[in-house]
């Protein structure tokens, strides 16, 4: 079984920062794509931005210069630096990953985390 957890979701004060984490566990062979997704209420979800794992990086255009994805390949994790956050950013943030399992290296399954929950507030 897989899991990805994320943490680090919370309320902020528009110009603020966060840094979102998530931590990929469980019977993982390999994992390739890793990214940050976002659903803000009544709109479908969008990607922000996503990094492979020789830790190429692409992000959407509306969190360019702002966010900042990294990955910790050793760790199974990735992260979302979040700075000057806009009242548009509010959003649940979920991260997916391609991940294969041992019993089938060759196959990879995109899984999703439960999501954390980013609210901006003045």
């Known amino acids: 079984q897989v899991q990805l957890v994320e943490s680090g979701g919370g309320l902020v004060r528009p110009g603020g920062s966060l840094r979102l984490s998530c931590l990929a566990s469980?019977?993982?062979?390999?994992?390739?794509?890793m990214g940050w997704y976002r659903q803000a209420p009544g709109k479908e979800r969008e990607l922000v931005a996503t990094?492979?794992?020789?830790?190429?990086?692409k992000y959407t255009d509306s969190v360019k210069g702002r966010f900042t994805i990294s990955r910790d390949n050793a760790k199974k994790t990735i992260y979302l630096q979040m700075n000057s956050l806009k009242p548009e950013d509010t959003a649940d943030y979920y991260c997916?990953?391609?991940?294969?399992?041992?019993?089938?290296?060759?196959?990879?399954?995109?899984?999703w985390g439960q999501g954390t929950q980013v609210t901006l507030s003045s």
């Open positions: 469980g019977s993982i062979f390999r994992i390739n794509d």
């Open positions: 997916g990953a391609e991940i294969s399992t041992p019993t089938r290296p060759r196959v990879f399954n995109l899984y």
């Open positions: 990094t492979t794992k020789d830790g190429s990086m």
